[in-house]
């Protein structure tokens, strides 16, 4: 059984960055393929991110490519999502979420964080 906690959100304008960081606990972090999904009010979860096992190849929603980079740190077991230029659409509850393979589809992650809310003003 993984544990996820999220950190790093906050309120923040429009240009400006953040750097997210998912901290897992209670698993085997070599074993999963880690993603960030956003949730924006009113709106469904929505795939931001993910990063594959071993060679930690990447997956990007169009609206964040280019802007966002999610990175992880074996030995610390996190995962990170740096967001640059963010926008005021980027404003969501951020999720991070842990499964064997990568998926963009937010059913298949058996392991989520609480979440941390990300607030960017114009």
């Known amino acids: 059984q993984v544990q996820l906690v999220e950190s790093g959100g906050g309120l923040v304008q429009a240009g400006d960055s953040l750097r997210l960081a998912c901290a897992a606990s209670?698993?085997?972090?070599?074993?999963?393929?880690m993603a960030w999904f956003r949730q924006a009010p009113g709106k469904e979860r929505e795939f931001v991110a993910a990063?594959?096992?071993?060679?930690?190849?990447?997956y990007y929603a169009d609206s964040v490519k280019g802007r966002f980079t999610i990175s992880r740190d074996d030995a610390k077991m996190t995962t990170y999502l740096q967001m640059n230029s963010l926008k005021p659409e980027d404003t969501a509850v951020y999720y991070c979420?842990?499964?064997?393979?990568?998926?963009?589809?937010?059913?298949?992650?058996?392991?989520w964080g609480q979440g941390t809310q990300v607030t960017v003003s114009s």
């Open positions: 979420a842990a499964r064997r393979f990568h998926a963009v589809t937010s059913s298949r992650y058996p392991y």
């Open positions: 209670g698993g085997t972090f070599t074993d999963y393929a």
């Open positions: 990063i594959t096992m071993g060679v930690a190849n990447t």
